[in-house]
Structures are given as structure tokens and as C-alpha cells.
């Protein structure tokens, strides 16, 4: 089995990436499950500068994308919710919807980058608050700029233990080795897989344990193969996740990280 943690839907930041894409590359590349957050729930674009208004929508709206994809595929997919704190707040539409479809929302999703805005930002306090009312992992973009820098994840799941923080990339653009030193000073804090080179993972296992990652691939970012090439056909970090990590550190350590963790951490219902 594999479950991706890290799946994404929408038309947003010069990306397409809609629902159907999303099951087709599951199927071609063997995929159970998909936990996905739309993209269109960025505030800030890829260099920093406010989306206009005009290209927004809101968390809600976002949301409802998201559930409506889960709906109609309650064996293949579940929710991430992507918040939009720069922007705007908790609200009772917003709580409501979350109470209400607790049986496909699965976590929350915060993009540091894209919101300019840090976990340990008192913006995100009211969302955290909600997290742990709901009891919803976190997950959170790293890497990129200083809000989304680790340090801000650590900091704020040391500020809520109850509440269980995935450093989604262990710092993109990074060599990961902060990120994963992080690790181990925090039970509740894990790491993705997501565009990290196996070999940073295969150190963070050996350091901590593989029950602190999660498999994670940002599909269908690349397009449909996401999974095994980019669009100009150089291959991608994942084949070496399903072909050779098993042999290197040994089957059970392999299905904690590709879906034994993912089921624990989340709350999934196989």
C-alpha cells in the first residue's frame, strides 16, 4: 500500500492541476490514497507579492473543492485543508464545515510561503486552536523564505503538544539537515518525504526512527508522472522511493513511511 500525504488540486501560481489528473496518476503509479489541499487557497504568489483579489478565493470556497473531491471518491481520497491566515480568520462557516466532514478532513495544511506567514505567527494561533479542538495534524510547508523556515514548526509544535506537526519538505532548497535534527527534539513533530533525496531520509531513520516520515510527492505538480519525470523528462526522486528504499532499510521500516504512519497519524480508516 501507499498513501501520498502530500497531493494537490487547483489552478493557481501558473499550475493545473485537477481532480482527474490526480486519479489518473494514482492509478498509473500505484497509489491507494491521496490526502490533497487545493492550491488555490495561495495568498501570496511565487515571488512574495499579494495574489490580486480578483485571482482569490476563499479558505471556505477552497474547501469546498476539496470535499466535493473526496465525496466523490471516498476510497481514493481525503482532505487537507489549506488556511488562508494572512487574509482572513476562523469563522463559525468555517469551523462548521470542518465539525461537519470530519470523516474526509484529515489535517490542516498552512503554506508559510504562499501565506508569508510563520507558524509561530499569532495569526495561526486561532487555526491551531481549531487543530487541536478538532484533533487535526498540522502540516506545513518548509523552506523558501524565513516564515516558512523549520525552526517556526518546531517552535509551535513545542508550543502545542497536543497537536502532531509535519514539516512537509524538511526544508525545500535546503540539505535537510536542520529540518531533521528537529526531529528528534520534539515528539510531535515528523517530516515528508516531499522532493527530500532518499538518502536525507534514510539519515532522519536511522537518527529517529522511521515512525517520524511520511511519504509525500506535491503529485501532480509535474503533471500526470509526476511520480517518475518531470515534463522535460529528467526522472524524479520517487522511483528510488519505490524500487530501492525497501532494500536498504528493510520492509517494515519502508511501510511505516509509505503508509503505516500515515494511517496512525491521521486517523484513516483501513
Known sequence: MIIDTHVHIGEMLGFDMPEQMVLDSMKKYNIDYSLVSNIQAAEYDSDLNIIPTEQQISQ????????KFARENP????VFHWIKPAFEKVDDKLENMIKDNLDVIHGIKVHPYHSKTALDDPKLEPYL????????????????????NSI??????????????VMVHLGLGTDNKESIELLGKADNLYGDTTWVPMEHIIDAVNKFGSEKILFGSDNPIDGLDTYHNNPKGDISIYPAY???LK???GEKNYNNIMYRNAIKLFNLKF
Open 129 to 148: 486552536q481549531l487543530a487541536e479542538k478538532y484533533n487535526l495534524p498540522v502540516a506545513a510547508h518548509t523552506g523558501g523564505c524565513e516564515e516558512a
Open 152 to 165: 517556526h514548526v518546531y517552535n509551535a509544535a513545542i508550543k502545542h503538544p497536543n497537536i502532531n506537526f
Open 247 to 249: 532494500g536498504i532499510i
Open 75 to 78: 476510497d481514493k481520497i481525503g
Open 60 to 67: 471556505t470556497e477552497s474547501l469546498e473543492r476539496s470535499l
Open 242 to 244: 519505490f524500487n530501492d
